[in-house]
Nanobody
């Protein structure tokens, strides 16, 4: 069992930045792959970024060059979001993948990009 809690969302103007955090109940090093996904109003969840226990990172084309995923040496995964656009508006979810027990999701944090 893994608990994930996202934080850091809020309202930001276009071009602004936010840093999201995902606090896990286990060390990040024990989780094979962590992802950020997002769900915009009226749409399904889409992949944003991922990081593995070996620090391999992957990004969706829509955020490449603007977002950066990272992890600390304990229990937290981050998503640095720069040059935000209105279509980045979504609920952002943290996801733990690759565990024998299954996939785990946080409850999400709202990001709204608007002037």
């Amino acid at each position: 069992q893994v608990q994930l809690v996202e934080s850091g969302g809020g309202l930001v103007q276009p071009g602004g930045s936010l840093r999201l955090s995902c606090a896990a109940s286990r060390t990040i090093s024990s989780l094979p792959r962590m992802e950020w996904q997002r769900q915009a109003p009226g749409k399904g969840r889409e992949f944003v970024a991922s990081i593995t226990s070996s620090d391999t990172t992957t990004y969706a084309d829509s955020v490449k060059g603007r977002f950066a995923i990272s992890r600390d040496n304990a229990n937290t995964v981050f998503l640095q979001m720069n040059s935000l656009k209105p279509d980045d508006t979504a609920v952002y979810y943290c996801r733990a993948v690759g565990l024998a027990s299954g996939t785990y999701w946080g409850q999400g944090t709202q990001v709204t990009v608007s002037s």
